[in-house]
């Protein structure tokens, strides 16, 4: 089992950035398949972005592909999501989740995933 913490959240005007980060506990970290996803209000939670186990798959959801960026320090036991050019359309709580997922497997969606953090609110002003 993994237990995970996002924090980084914040309010930020359109265009700016943030760096979300989720830390996750125990050893097994390696052995998960990382993802983002967001949830606004009133809308049901959406792909964000996905890590392979090793880091060397990597996916996007179109909407933030050229501006959002994953990663992952499996020795830090973190994954990131680097935010920029943020738009108002991108106010959402983000989610991390651990996938205990086959080598190079990036699934993009909710069912595909074991373990949720709480979430951290991103709110973008016009």
């Known amino acids: 089992q993994v237990q995970l913490v996002e924090s980084g959240g914040g309010l930020v005007q359109a265009g700016g950035s943030l760096r979300l980060s989720c830390a996750a506990s125990?050893?097994?970290?390696?052995?998960?398949?990382m993802g983002w996803f967001r949830q606004a209000p009133g809308k049901e939670r959406e792909f964000v972005a996905a890590?392979?186990?090793?880091?060397?798959?990597?996916t996007y959801a179109d909407s933030v592909k050229g501006r959002f960026t994953i990663s992952r320090d499996n020795a830090e036991l973190t994954v990131y999501l680097q935010m920029t050019s943020l738009k108002p359309e991108d106010t959402a709580v983000y989610y991390c989740?651990?996938?205990?997922?086959?080598?190079?497997?990036?699934?993009?969606?909710?069912?595909?995933?074991?373990?949720w953090g709480q979430g951290t609110q991103v709110t973008v002003s016009s």
């Open positions: 989740a651990a996938d205990r997922a086959l080598l190079g497997r990036v699934a993009v969606t909710t069912t595909a995933y074991d373990y």
């Open positions: 125990g050893r097994a970290f390696s052995s998960y398949a």
């Open positions: 890590i392979s186990r090793s880091g060397v798959s990597i």
